[in-house]
């Protein structure tokens, strides 16, 4: 068998330069879609990209939610991935149990066996929430999180979702997810957060805002 350098050699050169720009365009699609930073942003970029090179980055989205879903059901979990001092054979078990959740995502199970063997399992919901701001640049999605004290009605977000998406910040071609989150503790109005921006118009917010002012006067 032919190594590669010698195999892309004795093509013709239109060969080559269809080689070449194949090589190239499998680099790109298996690059991260953004940079992200810290530990856990690192191992969800190694999982995105290994994913990616195996075709499989719908699989391994669907393996990690069913993951966050096995987390959220049994909190004892938390303290578990979080504990230092698990015994080899104890991380062996977790990874197991763990594993069981995921369907057809080899990647994440990988993943599971590397945190444990790392002590990084404490890292997971992390990584995981990392790896679907990937998958969401990946798609070209931008979510935007309204928050209201009380649940919006779907006439009223859909109308916020069509003014945020004529918003420069979401830009020509992307597709919006918005998402309405409940804080009572706002009293009104709604507090919208796109990426790393947010507009506050929530009563809590005004009502500080008069306070300071009331303080600053006397």
């Given amino acids: 068998m032919f190594p590669a350098r010698s195999f892309v050699r004795a093509l013709p050169v239109s060969s080559r330069v269809f080689a070449a720009r194949s090589y190239a365009s499998k680099a790109a699609v298996t690059t991260p879609p953004v940079q992200l930073f810290g530990v856990d942003g690192t191992y969800a970029s190694a999982l995105y990209t290994a994913s990616a090179k195996e075709s499989a980055l719908d699989a391994t989205a669907k393996g990690l939610t069913s993951l966050k879903t096995a987390l959220s ?44 063997d790392n002590n990084r399992l404490g890292l997971l919901p992390s990584i995981i929430s990392n790896y679907e701001t990937l998958m969401r640049a990946y798609k070209g999605e931008v979510e935007a999180t309204v928050t209201s004290a009380a649940p919006l009605e779907s006439k009223l977000l859909n109308r916020i979702e069509a003014a945020i998406s004529k918003s420069a910040f979401v830009g020509a071609g992307k597709k919006l997810k918005v998402t309405n989150k409940v804080n009572p503790e706002i009293l009104g109005g709604v507090v919208v957060e796109l990426g790393d921006r947010t507009v506050d118009l929530s009563v809590s917010s005004k009502i500080s805002r008069l306070n300071a002012l009331i303080s600053e006067a006397v």
């Avoid at 104890?90 to 369907?103: F, H, I, Q, R, Y």
């Fill in 73 to 116: 059901k049994e909190p004892a979990y938390a303290g578990i991935l979080s504990n230092p001092a698990l015994s080899a054979a104890d991380k062996a078990t977790v990874v197991e149990s763990l594993s069981k959740s995921v369907k057809s995502a080899p990647a994440v199970t990988n993943l599971l066996s590397v945190l444990a």
